[in-house]
């Protein structure tokens, strides 16, 4: 283990170090010592701006850099905005890679999702059916930037011999998530919904879809953790999937959420409404055989999810 010596004081840039992944990272190095951690807020250094990324590389010239900035939203903002997601991710990564590149960093690790494969893949997905069918359509235009992440990524190692990496995470939740009501992901979307509906007294929630898709969640300080393990001791050309290898149905979760809300109203669903990828459970085996495995079960890293969410509406409001 730790094939790659990354020393405490090593210069680790984390990209959108304030997003949810980017700040559960942050926590994490810094949890471990990581004691010369660098971070810039999107005011500070907009990774939109060419000219800037580089001039930010050639200062600090770091030593690793995780990029977990991205114009990242929910169904409705992806199918909706498709060219912001496509363009502005597109611009994110190529700046940034092609600065780390210039200052030759030993150590990149590039964020996906699992978006990123077939609509149809098959189940459980593993790396390999990356590029094997269409994908879905609703966020078709985030997915491509983020493919072509992974072959930038690949691209360097082959032309330059660089140890550069890419992991794909399943749905990610936890403190620092985005509850607004018009650009999260399903499972803050629903914490705020039913929590909304148990303070007014609703007698029902009406959710998008069918309920019956399933879907993989794996708590942000868990995928942290994976961040960090993978940067130490993995190496190869291939995405490596980031996940629980365990899904749930969308109405289940549902149940999970109201129970951790206290929510005791019905649950409804608006089947005119998009169901997105009828299954998306990720293959986690190259990530276990490497040596890890998460640490937060789904109930617990609700609860306390809820708790973030309620104590951050007291200090708003
Ligand atoms: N959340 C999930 O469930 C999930 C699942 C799988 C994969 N991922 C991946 O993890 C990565 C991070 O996602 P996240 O959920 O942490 O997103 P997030 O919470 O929205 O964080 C992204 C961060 O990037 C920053 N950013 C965006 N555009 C920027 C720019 N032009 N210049 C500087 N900073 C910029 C954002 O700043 P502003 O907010 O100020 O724009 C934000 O702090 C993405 O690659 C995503 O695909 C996330």
């Known amino acids: 283990m ?36 660098i971070g810039r807020s999107h005011a500070e250094l907009d990774l939109l701006d060419r000219a800037a990324v580089f001039d930010f590389f050639h200062t600090h010239t770091p030593a690793v850099v995780v990029l977990a900035a991205a114009k990242v939203g929910g169904i409705m ?12 991710n597109l611009q994110v990564q190529v700046n940034v890679l092609d600065a ?67 992991a ?12 607004s009501p018009t650009t999260s992901h399903v499972l803050p979307a629903m914490i705020r919904r039913y929590d909304a509906a148990r303070a007014a007294g609703d007698p029902a929630v009406v959710n998008w879809g069918s309920g019956t898709p399933r ?15 993978l940067l130490r001791n993995f190496d190869g050309p291939q995405q490596v999937n980031v996940g629980t290898g365990e899904d749930q149905s969308i109405a289940e979760i549902a149940g999970l959420v109201s129970d951790a809300v206290g929510y005791a109203g019905e649950t409804r669903w608006d089947t005119s409404k998009p169901d997105g990828t009828p299954r998306k459970l990720l293959d986690v085996s190259t990530l276990t055989d490497s040596g890890w495995k998460p640490q937060i079960p789904l109930s617990e890293g609700l609860a306390a999810t809820v708790d973030w969410y309620r104590r951050q509406s007291t200090v708003r409001t």
């Open 215 to 229: 879907r993989e969640f794996l708590h942000v300080d868990d995928m942290a953790a994976a961040c960090l393990h």
């Open 77 to 88: 903002a992806n199918s909706t905005y498709p060219v912001d997601f496509i363009s502005q």
């Open 100 to 166: 780390a590149l210039e200052v030759e960093v030993p150590r990149v690790l590039f964020l996906g999702s699992s978006c990123i494969y077939p609509k149809f893949a098959e189940q459980p997905i593993r790396e390999d059916a990356l590029l094997t069918g269409e994908l879905e359509p609703t966020n078709d235009a985030y997915a491509i930037a983020k493919i072509a992440g992974i072959l930038q990524v690949q691209a360097v190692r082959r032309q330059y011999g660089l140890p550069w990496i890419s």
């Open 168 to 179: 794909m995470p399943t749905n990610l939740y936890g403190p620092g998530d985005n509850f």
């Open 2 to 37: 730790d094939d790659f010596k990354i020393s405490r004081s090593d210069p680790i840039y984390v990209a959108g170090h304030r997003g949810l992944v980017g700040s559960a990272v942050w926590r994490h190095l810094h949890e471990h010592s990581y004691g010369n951690l």
